[in-house]
């Protein structure tokens, strides 16, 4: 078949761990698989991979950094004041996050840690409009507080709220930030999505990342790619390669090109329960 191994890399991020399984080939088949590549590359395949990667590495950095007592917030401009470009609306959004950490300087509290996503849409009515997505620093800074820092300087609307993590933790939010937002009816409420950009404060703690051949065998890689209908079979086979760890998701396909299976599969440390479930059990406790 071509395949020496299939290799495993591991990203280990807050308490979700990421699993991505794909085959290496022999020096030949190797070759041959590159050529396939460069027969499909093409702009559109490239952009499709670079925010697949951005996609992740959001979520990564999310779930890395971030948890039940920080903030989340949403914040827009009015009608009659919206950016005249994306380097304006970068500049407006780190500009409020420079005030947020101007304040919390004042209060002596730590540097502010974040993860913003800018976005702008178009529609006939509205035309071109902008809106800011973040999560950051939650501690000693109250919700109003921070709102302000944003309303006072451009008006419009500024909404937060607590991060509640859950048994993915803060995947959800973070999937959210990264695609599209649709209504029932398969469209954007605000107009056609045009673009999107993001950053992150500096000194975000980067997730633990780990590679291994073999880990993941080529015949029990073909194994999860038959069985992973089969949602128990695929539980039993990865909780045992990943000892304290309970599996989520699992996919798995097969090239159409090449032989090897690659997998992906989302775990969670089973010893670290979501937040507002702990939460809830030191309550319990206290009230008994």
Same mark, same amino acid.
């Given at each position: ?10 990203? =280990? ?58 903030? $989340? ?13 994306? /380097? ?7 500009? *409020? ?24 849409? /178009? ?11 973040? $999560? ?10 921070? /709102?302000? =820092?944003?309303?006072? =300087?451009?008006?419009? *609307? ?14 959800? *939010? ?30 975000? =703690? ?24 089969? *949602? ?48 809830? /059990? ?7």
């Amino acid at each position: 078949a071509g395949v020496l191994h299939q290799r495993t890399r591991t990203i =280990k991020a807050g308490p979700m761990v990421y699993v991505e399984c794909y085959p290496v080939w022999d020096t030949k088949r190797a070759l041959a698989a590159r050529k396939e590549v460069k027969k499909e590359a093409h702009a559109k395949a490239q952009a499709k991979l670079d925010a697949k990667n951005r996609e992740k590495k959001v979520e990564y950095l999310t779930n890395n950094n971030f948890g039940a007592s920080d903030i $989340i917030l949403t914040a827009e401009y009015p009608l009659n004041g919206q950016p005249d470009g994306a /380097e304006q609306a970068k500049r407006d959004i780190v500009n *409020f996050l420079r005030r947020v950490k101007d304040a919390r300087e004042k209060k002596g509290l730590p540097p502010i840690r974040y993860i913003y996503v800018t976005e702008w849409t /178009e529609s006939e009515k509205y035309g071109l409009r902008w809106h800011h997505h973040v $999560i950051m620093s939650g501690d000693g800074m109250t919700r109003e507080e921070v /709102e302000a =820092k944003w309303t006072d =300087k451009h008006k419009g *609307f500024c909404n937060t709220r607590c991060a509640q993590p859950n048994e993915r933790h803060l995947s959800g *939010f973070a999937r959210y930030l990264t695609q599209n937002k649709l209504d029932r009816a398969g469209r954007n409420p605000q107009g056609k999505a045009k673009g999107r950009t993001w950053g992150h404060s500096q000194g975000l =703690k980067l997730p633990a990342e780990s590679v291994a051949d073999k880990k993941i065998s080529i015949r029990k890689a073909g194994r999860v790619a038959e069985t992973v209908e089969d *949602f128990n079979q695929a539980k039993e086979i990865f909780e045992k390669l990943y000892p304290g760890c309970e599996l989520l998701e699992v996919s798995a396909k097969r090239s159409e090109w090449a032989a090897g299976v690659y997998v992906r599969a989302l775990l969670r440390k089973t010893d670290e329960k979501p937040e507002k479930k702990r939460r809830n /059990e030191r309550g319990d406790q206290q009230g008994g």
